[in-house]
C-alpha cells in the first residue's frame, strides 16, 4: 500500500496510490478517472518518460562528476612528479646547504606549467591555480630563470592567455630573483609544503566530489524504484478495474 511518495513524485502532481483508491495529496479522489483508475495524464508512457528524464539528467551529472574525479587524479599525479623532483635536489644539497642543478630545475618549472596549463583548461575556478603560479616563478626567479634549458617565461607579467605557457620576463617582486640555477635547502623545503598543502586541497575536494557522486547514484536508485513503483500502482488498479468488469 503506498501512503507517501518522496519528493522525487512531485512531477506527478502530488497524486499517490494504492491498490484500491486514486487520491490527491489531500487524501480526495481526484475528478479525472474515478473509482481505481488513475488520473488520466498519469500513464505508463509518462512514467516512462519521467524516468528517462530523470536518469539521463543524473547520468549527466554523473558524468561531469566523474570527469573532475579523473582532472584530479592527474593534477595529484602531477604534483607527486614535482615533489620527487624536489626530492631529488634536496638529496643532492652539499655541506653548505646549495644545490645546483639546472636540469632538475627546469623539468621541476616545466612539469609546473603543464599542471597550471591543465587546471586552467579544464578546472579554471580553482582556487590552488594561485598558489601554484606563485610557486613556479618563485623557483624559476632562483632557478633557472625565463629562456634557458627550455624553460618558457614567469606568470606574473605575462601576456599568454590562460591555458598556455607563460611569457613573462619579470618575476614578482616578492622573491629571491638571482637566477643562479641554485637552490637552498630551506626553499626546497618550502616548496615542498608549499606543493603538500596544494595537494592536500585537491584530496579533499575528489572526497567531496565522490560523496556527491554517492548521492548522485542514490538519486538514480530513487527514481527507478519510484517510477516501478508507480507503475505496479497503476497495475494494480487496472486489473483491479478488469476484475470488477468481469463480474
Known amino acids: 500500500m503506498f501512503h507517501t511518495i518522496p519528493s522525487e513524485s512531485a512531477v506527478f502532481r502530488g497524486y499517490v496510490f494504492d491498490s484500491s483508491e486514486a487520491q490527491d495529496a489531500s487524501g ?27 536518469l539521463q539528467s543524473i547520468d549527466g ?19 607527486q612528479t614535482v615533489l620527487g623532483e624536489i626530492s631529488t635536489l634536496q638529496s643532492n644539497v652539499d655541506s653548505n646547504g646549495v644545490v645546483n642543478d639546472p636540469a632538475t630545475a627546469a623539468a621541476m618549472e616545466h612539469h609546473l606549467e603543464l599542471l597550471i596549463s591543465q587546471m586552467e583548461t579544464s578546472d579554471p575556478n ?11 616563478d618563485t623557483i624559476m626567479a632562483t632557478g633557472t630563470g625565463p629562456n634557458k634549458y627550455g624553460a618558457a617565461g614567469f606568470y606574473y607579467s605575462n601576456s599568454n592567455g590562460p591555458g598556455a605557457m607563460p611569457n613573462g620576463q619579470s618575476a614578482p617582486g616578492s622573491v629571491r630573483n638571482d637566477q643562479d640555477d641554485k637552490f637552498g635547502s630551506d626553499e626546497l623545503t618550502n616548496f615542498s609544503q608549499t606543493l603538500t598543502g596544494v595537494n592536500n586541497s585537491l584530496n579533499n ?8 557522486i554517492q548521492s548522485l547514484m542514490s538519486q538514480r536508485t530513487t527514481a527507478i524504484q519510484l517510477s516501478t513503483n508507480i507503475m505496479q500502482s497503476i497495475d494494480d488498479g487496472m486489473s483491479k478495474i478488469a476484475d470488477n468488469i468481469g463480474h
Open 28 to 54: 480526495t479522489a481526484p475528478t479525472t478517472g474515478g473509482g481505481s483508475s488513475p488520473p488520466t495524464y498519469l500513464t505508463p508512457d509518462a512514467v516512462m518518460a519521467y524516468c528517462q528524464a530523470r
Open 61 to 79: 551529472q554523473v558524468e561531469t562528476a566523474m570527469a573532475q574525479q579523473q582532472n584530479c587524479n592527474s593534477e595529484q599525479s602531477q604534483i
Open 126 to 136: 580553482n582556487p590552488e591555480i594561485g598558489t601554484l603560479k606563485q610557486l613556479h
Open 205 to 212: 575536494s575528489a572526497e567531496l566530489g565522490m560523496i556527491n
